[in-house]
């Protein structure tokens, strides 16, 4: 994937979780996390600007893990330099953090770096499509 990758990403995992029912506030969560997370490969992973995605959802959780080549950065430097104004960068880790129920950094054996995310879902129903 790269860069203009994300919308479509995005469209395929709402599509899904509108599919299961799940609630439109944590539709949103979800996609704005996974969005902050596609924005940071962007954004650090140098000139290895490809990435991958894998998304996994069962009825109660929805799994979030995007890997890239690049060289990856400072998780605990990067979470203890808060940005002075709402303007500056540095907000895609808070607002993971804020978002889902689990993240997680990791260099995988091959060498890449990955971030993990997982949101516990809340599902309505009556939001669920059914087949026609």
Request: net charge negative; charged share 25%.
């Amino acid at each position: 994937m790269d860069a203009q990758s994300v919308p479509l990403v995005r469209g395929l995992l709402r599509q899904a979780l509108q599919y299961l029912g799940v609630v439109a506030s944590g539709i949103d969560e979800v996609l704005l996390a996974l969005s902050e997370a596609c924005a940071n490969v962007v954004q650090h992973a140098g000139e290895h600007e490809e990435y991958q995605v894998d998304v996994t959802i069962d009825d109660h959780v929805c799994r979030i893990t995007v890997l890239d080549d690049g060289d990856g950065f400072d998780v605990a430097a990067a979470a203890a330099a808060r940005p002075n104004s709402p303007l500056d960068g540095g907000r895609g880790l808070v607002l993971m953090q804020a978002l889902v129920d689990r993240l997680d950094f990791a260099h995988t054996e091959d060498g890449r770096h990955g971030v993990h995310l997982e949101k516990q879902l809340v599902t309505s129903p009556r939001l669920r499509l059914l087949p026609t």
